[in-house]
């Protein structure tokens, strides 16, 4: 067999199996299954981050008022402070021991 009469027959394979896939899609409408599903599954996604959006803005507004009702920034903040003084008052004293 000769490429020319191999590459021919290759060639005609491709194009069998082409017209069958064309038929198999027709009769079982595969790409309009395909269409829908990834319709659905764009709505599901749309969805889904819908869901997690309302989560997310409702743990926002329930730490806000946790927030306000204890003060907790506040009290952080007022950690942090005593916690940096504390700090620099240790810093002095080590650098004075080390001096003397």
Same mark, same amino acid.
């Given at each position: 067999?000769?490429?020319?009469?191999?590459?021919?027959?290759?060639?005609?394979?491709?194009?069998? /199996?082409?017209?069958? $896939? &064309?038929?198999?899609?027709?009769?079982? !409408?595969?790409? *309009? %299954? =395909?269409?829908?599903?990834?319709?659905?599954?764009?709505?599901?996604?749309?969805?889904?981050?819908?869901?997690?959006?309302?989560?997310?803005?409702? /743990?926002?507004?329930? $730490? &806000?008022?946790?927030?306000?009702?204890? !003060?907790?920034? *506040? %009290? =952080?903040?007022?950690?942090?402070?005593?916690?940096?003084?504390?700090?620099?008052?240790?810093?002095?004293?080590?650098?004075?021991?080390?001096?003397?």
């Amino acid at each position: 067999m000769s490429n020319s009469e191999f590459g021919k027959r290759l060639q005609d394979w491709q194009d069998k /199996a082409r017209k069958k $896939a &064309e038929e198999v899609n027709q009769r079982y !409408d595969i790409k *309009g %299954k =395909v269409d829908e599903s990834l319709k659905a599954a764009g709505e599901v996604s749309r969805k889904v981050a819908d869901v997690v959006s309302t989560g997310i803005n409702a /743990a926002k507004e329930q $730490a &806000e008022k946790i927030d306000s009702e204890n !003060d907790v920034s *506040g %009290k =952080v903040k007022q950690a942090t402070n005593t916690a940096q003084d504390s700090f620099k008052q240790a810093a002095t004293t080590a650098q004075e021991t080390i001096k003397n």
